[in-house]
């Protein structure tokens, strides 16, 4: 199959993960943008607890891979009664992490 016939019969949902990538990507970056402020304020900050705070939150998203924090979201969630969509849980894990 050419690259032609591929984008001919393929191209419209290509397009669709086009976009649906720059939208993840958007709104995962200003989201950690604005974490990632929060909790270097919170580890700079003369506030023990809140410097503690910080500290726990940059060594325990540090050490998950990313894989295994979508995981965990996708399907212990759940369990727990909270059920996300597959996109808010790829915003989530990718903010997060």
């Known amino acids: 199959m050419t690259i032609g016939e591929l984008l001919s019969q393929y191209g419209e949902k290509y397009i669709v993960a086009l976009l649906t990538t720059w939208?993840?990507?958007?709104?995962?970056?200003?989201?950690?943008?604005?974490i990632g402020i929060l909790i270097t304020v919170m580890r700079v900050c003369p506030i023990k607890p809140l410097r503690i705070f910080g500290d726990l939150y940059v060594q325990i998203f540090r050490?998950?891979?990313?894989?295994?924090?979508?995981?965990?979201?996708?399907?212990?969630?759940?369990?727990?009664?909270?059920v996300l969509s597959y996109f808010?849980?790829?915003v989530t894990a990718t903010t997060l992490w």
Do not use: D, E, M, R
């Open 23 to 34: 939208q993840l990507t958007t709104i995962s970056f200003i989201g950690a943008v604005v």
């Open 63 to 82: 050490n998950i891979p990313g894989a295994s924090l979508l995981i965990v979201l996708v399907y212990a969630l759940p369990n727990l009664g909270v």
């Open 88 to 90: 808010h849980c790829v």
